[in-house]
């Protein structure tokens, strides 16, 4: 029994030691490129903030970054934003929205990718020559580089001998397509289209106001699509912008779907209620007698009767007061469970998967 614990233990140890090895090796992947020249940094981060920081508009210069690749310099140019993920990247091309300067594929050995993943970037790859769109190849170190967010480390569990050993590895990016900002309409261009649209059903709309976490306006986007939302909107200067790791969030989603930009959300509110929309916004289930819980429904007993507008509100603040005057109902979800300081709501791209799932539901009834 000693010998079989002495040995687990030596295998244990052996484990962990390669674990933190195989980390100090990632980092230093990472860090080896920008430790070597610190104005690489600089000008990646650089070209990064400039292209998200204004979605109306595409940077005009050529910004260049040079990486050592077994002694050998290499300048990787890119003009825009990168683009990365599968689903982002193909969708991108696909749609044809954004202006679109050139694609980065991994270059790959025959055991790197399973061949459902190596079809898929082959896939793309054909999309974009068909489109005249110039493709380059470069190592996974190169992509990292273009990309840096995006390689996740991971983990699983693997028993042996009845005991767990924690096992990593490592994501590995196989596309990334350099791409302009996504065109945002703004909704003053829009707006004769818009009020003559789907008169036969009744149309759901969507509005985000101050969300900040891009993963969550992701995860929204995405329900959005799936769940047949007819338009999107965001207010102009929301602090989080539609960049990559937004679309990479969504699968996909922003590629696909119109985002309309309000500049103020008030008038655009009030403007939609002298029209006969119902303005409803969600809250934080509770129990007291304020007045915000005395107009709070139930998602499952709210009904559609007319075309209806969904406000998703700061993931900690929820929506202003002024905005809160203007909402006709309170939509909510009920806990099934006793409530605990910390979790008493629910995060809010999984609150509006929950509400619009019901909606498209209700939607299908009302016919």
């Known amino acids: 029994m000693k010998q079989n614990s002495k040995r687990f233990s030596r295998i244990t140890c052996s484990v962990f030691e390669n674990i933190k090895s195989s980390e100090r090796n990632f980092s230093d992947v990472k860090s080896n490129y920008t430790s070597r020249n610190p104005k690489n940094q600089t000008i990646r981060n650089k070209s990064h903030n400039i292209a998200s920081a204004d979605l109306m508009s595409v940077a005009n210069e050529t910004r260049a970054t040079k990486r050592k690749t077994k002694g050998l310099t290499k300048p990787i140019f890119y003009k825009g934003e990168i683009l990365y993920g ?177 500049e103020k959300l008030e008038h655009f509110l009030q403007v939609k209620k002298t029209q006969g929309w119902n303005i409803i916004s969600t809250v934080a289930y509770c129990e007291d007698e304020s007045e915000v819980s005395n107009q709070m429904t139930d998602i499952t007993d709210f009904r559609i009767s007319k075309p209806t507008i969904l406000i998703l509100g700061n993931e900690g603040k929820g929506i202003s007061l002024e905005i809160q005057k203007l909402c006709d109902t309170f939509v909510s979800i009920p806990p099934k469970n006793n409530l605990h300081p910390g979790i008493d709501s629910l995060n809010v791209s999984v609150a509006a998967g929950v509400i619009l799932y019901s909606l498209s539901s209700r939607r299908k009834d009302s016919h």
């Not at 699983?156 to 065109?183: A, E, H, Q, W």
């Not at 707006?191 to 306006?217: A, F, G, H, R, Y």
């Not at 996909?252 to 309309?260: C, K, S």
Request: proline residues 5%.
């Open 86 to 262: 599968a689903h982002p990247v193909y969708l991108a091309l696909f749609e044809r929205k954004r202006h679109l300067f050139q694609l980065f594929t991994r270059i790959y050995k025959e055991a790197s990718f399973s061949l459902e993943k190596m079809e898929r970037i082959n896939r793309i790859e054909k999309l974009a020559k068909s489109l005249g769109i110039p493709v380059h190849n470069l190592h996974q170190q190169e992509m990292e580089y273009l990309a840096p967010g995006s390689v996740h480390q991971n983990c699983m569990l693997k028993t042996i001998s009845n005991s767990c050993v924690l096992i990593f590895f490592f994501y590995i990016l196989g596309v990334c397509l350099d791409v302009g900002p996504l065109p945002v309409l703004e909704w003053e261009d829009t707006k004769c289209k818009l009020e003559n649209q789907e008169s036969t059903n009744l149309p759901v709309w969507l509005v985000l106001n101050e969300i900040l976490d891009p993963m969550n306006v992701g995860a929204v986007i995405r329900s959005a699509q799936y769940f047949g939302v007819n338009k999107l909107f965001v207010v102009k200067g929301s602090r989080c912008k539609l960049s990559p790791t937004v679309s990479k969030a969504s699968s996909g989603a922003l590629e696909v779907m119109d985002i309309y930009q309000i």
